[in-house]
């Protein structure tokens, strides 16, 4: 069973930016998606990266913002918040191997689909 460990959460103010870690053995041949969940609402997926990083996907609500990276010699994989507004707050996840990319013009990450997470990290954007 995969094993995967985000860091990096914390309090920040609007506008400020934050940097998020996933690192788990064994990721370096598997698509890793972001994803976030507020108090009181579904789980929701924010950035994807493949494997061989040739292709990342985001949801439009913070495309422009966050962008998604990874270094596979050092198993991780990063997700640098810019810009942050309050509505960003939430639980943020990793999870690792399912799929990523755009579809019907949206960005399509079903966190159903995934099949390996990580404990989450707390995300709080506020003044």
């Known amino acids: 069973q995969l094993q995967l460990v985000e860091s990096g959460g914390g309090l920040v103010q609007p506008g400020e930016s934050q940097t998020l870690a996933c690192v788990g053995s064994g990721i370096e041949i598997l698509t890793i998606g972001w994803f976030r969940q507020a108090p009181g609402k579904e789980r929701e997926g924010v950035a994807c990266i493949v494997s061989d990083s040739r292709m990342t996907a985001y949801a439009a609500s913070v495309k422009g913002r966050f962008t998604i990276s990874r270094d596979n010699t050092k198993n991780t994989a990063w997700l640098q918040m810019n810009s942050l507004k309050p509505e960003d707050t939430g639980v943020y996840y990793c999870?690792?191997?399912?799929?990523?990319?755009?579809?019907?013009?949206?960005?399509?990450?079903?966190?159903?689909?995934?099949?390996?997470w990580g404990q989450g990290t707390q995300v709080t954007v506020s003044s």
């Open positions: 999870a690792a191997a399912g799929p990523c990319g755009y579809m019907a013009g949206g960005y399509y990450s079903p966190a159903r689909e995934y099949r390996s």
